[in-house]
């Protein structure tokens, strides 16, 4: 008893180790942004939800969108929500990166650095998935990676894209985005 008592008081007293304190943090970074992640999933969900009633789909319809892992492109298809979004995320980070003057190098940088982060999330997780790797929008987000990646093996990692690749891949952005 009398042990634990000491230990008690140290903490208290604020002299905890730095690995304690750096863990404590990371677990309430990991948590919020977790919370956060499900939050915003769920008002996406609601507002599907919400767009079903209005369409008179009933209360069931609207049920049903809340808790289906699919969503319904603008095509048509029934894709992962997950994966749409992904998708929609590369389509949108990828324009504001090609619309940012590459002499303000800062705000460059930033929306490169989102483009890049988002084409990694995307790739990690559909790359090679089966259940989306025929898609149009998946064959043309693939055509728009394939491009940066020939002309950035070539030109060098800040090289400034020439406006022949800038429209070609704003086209295969577009084509993409036609089937989200």
Same mark, same amino acid.
């Given at each position: 008893?009398?042990?634990?008592?000491?230990?008690?008081?140290?903490? @208290?007293?604020?002299?905890?180790?730095?690995?304690?304190?750096?863990?404590? =943090?990371?677990?309430? /970074?990991?948590? %919020?942004?977790?919370?956060?992640?499900?939050?915003? =999933?769920?008002? @996406?969900?609601?507002?599907?939800?919400?767009?079903?009633?209005?369409?008179? $789909?009933?209360?069931?319809?609207?049920? &049903?969108?809340?808790?289906?892992?699919?969503?319904?492109? *603008?095509?048509? *298809?029934? @894709?992962?929500?997950?994966?749409?979004?992904?998708?929609?995320?590369?389509?949108?980070?990828?324009? $504001? #990166?090609? *619309?940012?003057?590459?002499?303000?190098?800062?705000?460059?940088?930033? #929306? %490169?650095?989102?483009?890049? !982060?988002?084409?990694?999330?995307?790739? #990690?997780?559909?790359?090679?998935? &089966?259940?989306?790797?025929?898609?149009?929008?998946?064959?043309?987000?693939?055509? /728009?990676?394939? %491009?940066?990646? &020939?002309?950035? #093996?070539?030109?060098?990692?800040?090289?400034? @894209?020439?406006?022949?690749?800038?429209?070609?891949?704003?086209?295969?952005?577009? *084509?993409? !985005?036609? =089937?989200?």
């Amino acid at each position: 008893m009398l042990k634990a008592n000491m230990s008690h008081e140290k903490l @208290l007293q604020g002299q905890t180790s730095s690995l304690f304190d750096r863990r404590g =943090f990371l677990k309430c /970074v990991v948590g %919020a942004s977790s919370f956060m992640a499900a939050f915003e =999933f769920s008002g @996406l969900q609601a507002q599907a939800a919400e767009e079903k009633l209005e369409e008179g $789909e009933g209360v069931v319809g609207a049920f &049903k969108t809340l808790f289906d892992p699919n969503e319904r492109t *603008k095509s048509g *298809k029934e @894709l992962p929500k997950a994966y749409l979004k992904s998708a929609r995320e590369v389509v949108k980070t990828m324009r $504001e #990166s090609l *619309k940012e003057n590459p002499k303000d190098n800062a705000k460059f940088r930033r #929306s %490169a650095d989102a483009a890049k !982060e988002s084409i990694r999330d995307y790739l #990690s997780n559909w790359r090679g998935q &089966k259940t989306v790797a025929g898609e149009e929008s998946y064959v043309e987000l693939e055509n /728009v990676i394939r %491009a940066l990646a &020939k002309f950035y #093996s070539k030109a060098g990692p800040s090289a400034p @894209l020439p406006d022949e690749v800038k429209t070609q891949i704003l086209d295969d952005l577009n *084509k993409a !985005e036609e =089937f989200l």
